[in-house]
């Protein structure tokens, strides 16, 4: 079993930055691959950034590319997304997510078995 805790969204203007965090515990088996998602209302949730957490291997969707970073500390057993110039449409709940190991692509949603519980990001133009 996997526990994912997401913590950092908040209210931002247009061009600014935030940092979302996700803290993770359980097996680290089925913690491989890490990934954020989000989710606006009406819409599907989307992969927007993996990370292959032995070798730190990092995928980003192209709306990100550039302004997003996925990173981990292992040590705090914390995975983290840095967002800066942030766009109206980055404005979503983000969920953390975890799984062993995908069949489709990092950024696939249904190749995920383990959520947190989200966290909003708003940003206002």
């Known amino acids: 079993q996997v526990y994912l805790v997401e913590s950092g969204g908040g209210s931002v203007q247009a061009g600014g930055s935030l940092r979302l965090s996700c803290a993770a515990s359980?097996?680290?088996?089925?913690?491989?691959?890490m990934g954020w998602f989000r989710q606006a209302p009406g819409e599907e949730r989307e992969g927007v950034a993996a990370i292959y957490t032995p070798s730190r291997f990092t995928y980003y969707a192209d709306s990100v590319k550039g302004r997003f970073t996925i990173s981990q500390d292992n040590a705090k057993n914390t995975l983290y997304l840095q967002m800066n110039s942030l766009k109206p449409k980055d404005a979503a709940m983000y969920y953390c997510?975890?799984?062993?190991?995908?069949?489709?692509?990092?950024?696939?949603?249904?190749?995920?078995?383990?959520w947190g519980q989200g966290t909003q990001v708003t940003v206002s133009s």
């Open positions: 359980g097996n680290t088996d089925y913690r491989n691959y």
């Open positions: 997510a975890a799984t062993r190991i995908y069949s489709r692509s990092p950024l696939y949603q249904y190749d995920y078995h383990y």
